[in-house]
T-cell receptor, first 112, second 114 residues
Framework: DAKTTQPTSMDCAEGRAANLPCNHS???????VYWYRQIHSQGPQYIIHGLKNNETNEMASLIITEDRKSSTLILPHATLRDTAVYYCIVRVVDGTGNQFYFGTGTSLTVIP | GAGVSQTPSNKVTEKGKYVELRCDPI?????LYWYRQSLGQGPEFLIYFQGTGAADDSGLPNDRFFAVRPEGSVSTLKIQRTERGDSAVYLC????????????FGPGTRLTVL
């Protein structure tokens, strides 16, 4: 079962920040939040992950609420190449349950 | 460097036939994953290998599906007596180890069962 809820679709103007929300109200203490994206006809691509602290890398920032029941992926300056389906995933990392449950994701369209 | 590769890129078969889908992971990656993606859906977990052994095959839908990774590198997903409902994109991913390591995905094999 997918343990996350995401909006089906979003639009963002090119050059603006894209803020993609995700609800994971049943997250457990040992579950990480992962974000992947999938550009049409390609395999998913890793973006970022975190446990409870906010994270930033060269692609994006991940903001996790203090109660960990929701998070937001931020693409600071969206480009047309960021048009993709974005998946928010919660995942236990304990050496056994290593599968990802992707859900249906958010289809982000960056508009020129 | 070389990423995850999958062959064939497209496979068309007839109902009832047997198919094999191949995955070449990134060299040195010990963990390998198979997923299935139907149109408009996110990828669905099938099976996960750590080395040569299947650590978790709970996502395999039924006993027509089987996967092997005999030398801990290349993996083959095997589907017997294919059904039209098996039509999907089959994705393979690998990671350096299990745990928090990111998974690198291949481009997938599009299987069409007529």
């Amino acid at each position: 079962d997918a343990k996350t809820t995401q909006p089906t679709s979003m639009d963002c103007a090119e050059g603006r920040a894209a803020n993609l929300p995700c609800n994971h109200s049943t997250i457990s203490g040992n579950e990480y939040v992962y974000w992947y994206r999938q550009i049409h006809s390609q395999g998913p691509q890793y973006i970022i992950h975190g446990l409870k602290n906010n994270e930033t890398n060269e692609m994006a920032s991940l903001i996790i609420t203090e109660d960990r029941k929701s998070s937001t992926l931020i693409l600071p300056h969206a480009t047309l190449r960021d048009t993709a389906v974005y998946y928010c995933i919660v995942r236990v990392v304990d050496g056994t349950g290593n599968q990802f449950y992707f859900g249906t994701g958010t289809s982000l369209t960056v508009i020129p | 460097g070389a990423g995850v590769s999958q062959t064939p890129s497209n496979k068309v078969t007839e109902k009832g036939k047997y198919v094999e889908l191949r995955c070449d992971p990134i060299s040195g990656h010990t963990a390998l994953y198979w997923y299935r993606q139907s149109l408009g859906q996110g990828p669905e977990f099938l099976i996960y290998f750590q080395g040569t052994g299947a650590a978790d095959d709970s996502g395999l839908p039924n006993d027509r599906f089987f996967a092997v990774r005999p030398e801990g590198s290349v993996s083959t997903l095997k589907i017997q007596r294919t059904e039209r409902g098996d039509s999907a994109v089959y994705l393979c991913a690998s990671s350096l180890n299990s745990g928090t390591d990111e998974q690198f995905f291949g481009p997938g094999t599009r299987l069409t069962v007529l």
